[in-house]
């Protein structure tokens, strides 16, 4: 055989094993979420050094009914995994309909996945009963014990709104809402923010779902 046959079978056989170890070496591609609302910098000693860490806000406990008349609480909705936060109130002209049935689609995709819940927060608990939130989650198709619509504490549901996850106010008329969706993390952490009448912004929403849980699985 020629040298510049030789050769040419060397790279040949060579360019495999490089792809091979180009990949093993930088193919690992991770996505990191983002974790929102820091709180404060804390100084925490590792192996004999001082390190400043980033502190995010929690979010603070809650008790309310839900459509089937059951309490929830905000540690129930975090401790299963995730869950996916929004505002709204049932006589909702506007942004409220067209969130929900992006919501829809958020509750069929992890319809088999027991980490992944949505939780709908009333703001108008004054006209929001339990059987109004029942009839409501009817119309969406809201499984029970997965896609939970809360009522009750509005002092509450202000708080959570406004000084907690600072969520910016839909211009629709009615009480104080949002069209804003918020991912909530085991930890009761906020991942995610998305504008939940946007199709493009909730694909994201889901996807950033599946990077979540892909972490819980991979640590």
């Not at 459509?67 to 709204?88: H, I, M, N, P, W």
């Not at 009761?188 to 979540?212: A, M």
């Amino acid at each position: 055989m020629r040298p510049q046959q030789t050769l040419v079978l060397g790279l040949i056989l060579l360019v495999p094993v490089l792809a091979f170890l180009f990949l093993k070496s930088f193919g690992t591609n991770r996505y990191a979420l983002p974790t929102f609302l820091p709180e404060r910098v804390d100084s925490t000693q590792v192996a004999g050094k001082w390190q400043r860490d980033t502190v995010y806000h929690q979010l603070g406990e809650f008790r309310l009914a839900s459509q089937s008349g059951r309490e929830v609480t905000a540690a129930e909705l975090s401790k299963r995994g995730l869950y996916v936060a929004s505002f709204f109130f049932t006589s909702c002209p506007g942004a409220c309909p067209r969130l929900n049935s992006q919501l829809v689609r958020v509750q069929e995709k992890f319809r088999q996945e027991p980490r992944v819940q949505l939780a709908s927060f009333s703001v108008d608990s004054a006209r929001d009963s339990v059987a109004a939130l029942a009839r409501y989650a009817e119309e969406y198709g809201a499984i029970a014990g997965k896609w939970f619509f809360l009522t009750g504490n509005q002092a509450a549901v202000s708080r959570l709104l406004t000084q907690e996850l600072r969520a910016e106010s839909s211009p629709d008329p009615g009480p104080a809402h949002s069209q804003q969706l918020f991912l909530i993390d085991r930890a009761g952490h906020v991942r995610g923010r998305y504008d939940g009448t946007s199709e493009k912004d909730v694909n994201r929403l889901i996807t950033e779902i599946e990077v979540l849980l892909y972490t819980y699985d991979h640590p």
